[in-house]
């Protein structure tokens, strides 16, 4: 947690095999604050429905606790998908940062 935002870091695949796992990773929530999540997706290499689906019903769930969820640093094929979907215009996309590498 940081700033009492649960960031979830996701890396590798989203499909139907780690659905469960992201959306129980995602739902923790202590019960004192408000849930904000931010679902940092800039290790993400692949993602089909069952990930929209997971970020779907995170966002109903947070924002009916008076919560939020936002999706950060998500790479070119995913934002397409997002895109595509209409994801984007429920939920706070925020593109990958810019900053230059330490090379």
């Known amino acids: 947690m940081v700033d009492r935002v649960l960031v979830v870091a996701v890396h590798g695949e989203i499909d139907h095999d780690v659905q ?3 959306s129980q990773a995602m739902l923790t929530d ?3 604050t408000q849930p904000r999540i931010v679902a940092d997706l800039s290790g993400v290499t692949f993602m089909d429905s069952s990930g929209i689906n997971v970020l779907v019903t995170v966002h109903r769930r947070v ?8 999706i950060a640093g998500a790479q070119e094929a995913v934002v397409r998908l997002l895109n595509m979907v209409g994801i984007d215009e429920i939920i706070d996309c925020h593109p990958p940062s810019n900053r230059p590498s330490n090379t």
């Open 20 to 22: 469960d796992v992201l």
């Open 30 to 32: 202590d019960g004192r």
């Open 63 to 70: 924002n009916a606790a008076q919560g939020w969820l936002r």
